[in-house]
């Protein structure tokens, strides 16, 4: 990549953002002028980019001015008020948010899985969720070998996924309850206490009685792996995990596959690593995969119920893997296009 790009991270002060940031730096990434943007709120806060301190500035549509990729995650509501201005500036967004990503008109990427996807933008590519980003490239090589007829999908997200308050919230709780057991605590951005608790709520209830969130993975599998015939169903939890998202994953597959062959396929696919031998403890927990750009498989067994099942556990850094790394990488195939 000998071209240099000016590049502008918009929620630089959030969680997924300074991910975002560390990523660019880390990975090398070709930068020629760097503008970390926010909202109002942490606007005027400094950040750290290649060694040089930077303020934050507050994101408005001439900040984009002379960009050429923006990275965003600030919010859907500021993604759908400030993406199209960016584009109109001819600034390419990667977009970390809901808004765009069910849009036929956005591509929905995650490179391993169909970077081909990425030269049909018109301005804004949609980074997927991160519990679907995570899956996904877990799911691909099973799909190209032996289709996919259904998936039952259970996960166990970290509170970082919310946000750092979140995070926050949860230490404040667990120090309350480990201070006095009977403490009531305060309960601010999670719907329940999360300190010793799960949470079988990801945001807000539709009236089929799946959350948002538990449909996001649905659709977003969906165009990620261009087929639209997969039955899925999920239930996504909060648990009291700082970082790293777990999911319990059974696929029915369209011809058989033995578990054997899946920890082959799964062990040649880029950023995937196979962590499976149970017998000597060998599986991934949330703990192994903070700052590893892979995402760790294991428990991967056939599915005694059924003729074609294969049962896998996934685990991933939900800000790195599943939000920052994701996009940088969409950056790179840009510029290499």
């Given at each position: ?8 991270v ?7 953002g ?12 070709p930068?020629n002028q760097?503008l ?5 709120r942490?606007a ?10 930077y303020t ?12 050429e ?7 859907a509501k500021?993604?759908?008020k400030?993406?199209?201005?960016a ?10 948010t ?17 970077g081909h ?13 991160c519990?679907?980003?995570q899956?996904v ?5 099973i ?8 998936l039952?999908i259970?996960?166990y ?5 919310w946000?750092k308050?979140a ?19 305060e309960v ?15 945001d807000s209830f539709l ?13 977003e599998t969906r165009?990620?792996?261009?087929d639209?015939s997969?039955k ?7 648990v009291?995990?700082?970082i790293?998202?777990?999911e ?11 578990a ?14 196979v962590?499976?031998d ?7 927990t ?21 003729p ?9 850094d939900?800000?790195r ?11 790179e ?5």
């Open positions: 990549m000998s071209k240099k790009y000016n590049v502008c918009l929620g630089a002060t959030g969680m997924v300074r991910e975002m940031i560390k990523v660019l730096e880390q990975r090398d990434f930068v760097f970390p943007l926010a909202s109002e942490t005027g806060t400094k950040v750290t980019f290649k060694g040089k301190e934050v500035e507050l994101a408005e549509p001439g900040s984009f001015e002379g960009m990729i923006g990275l965003f995650s600030a919010g500021i993604s759908e400030l993406a199209p201005e584009v109109k500036r001819k600034c390419i967004v990667i977009d970390n809901s808004h765009f990503r069910m849009d036929p008109n956005v591509p929905l990427i995650v490179p391993e899985v169909n996807a990425i030269k049909g933008h018109k301005g804004i590519i949609a980074n997927p969720n519990s679907t980003a899956m490239l877990a799911l691909k090589p799909y190209d070998a032996a289709g996919i007829e259904r039952v259970s996960t997200q970290s509170t970082s996924g946000g308050e995070v926050a919230e949860m230490y404040e709780q667990t120090k309350a309850v480990l201070a006095d057991p009977s403490a009531k605590v601010k951005y999670l719907p329940k206490r999360i300190a010793f608790n799960v949470i079988p709520q990801i009236d089929n009685g799946y959350t948002k969130e538990e449909l996001k993975m649905v659709n165009k990620i792996l261009e639209d997969i899925i169903t999920a239930t996504t939890v909060r009291p995990v700082a790293g998202h777990s319990s994953v059974n696929i029915q597959t369209k011809k058989k596959i033995s054997a062959k899946v920890r082959e396929l799964l062990s040649k696919f880029p950023t995937v690593k962590m499976d149970p017998a000597k403890g060998v599986y991934p949330p703990i192994d995969c903070v700052g590893s750009d892979d995402t760790l498989v294991g428990r991967i067994r056939e599915d005694i119920s059924i074609n099942g294969i049962e896998m556990w996934i685990v991933s939900n800000l893997r599943g939000a920052a790394l994701n996009a940088v990488l969409i950056a195939r840009l510029s290499n296009a």
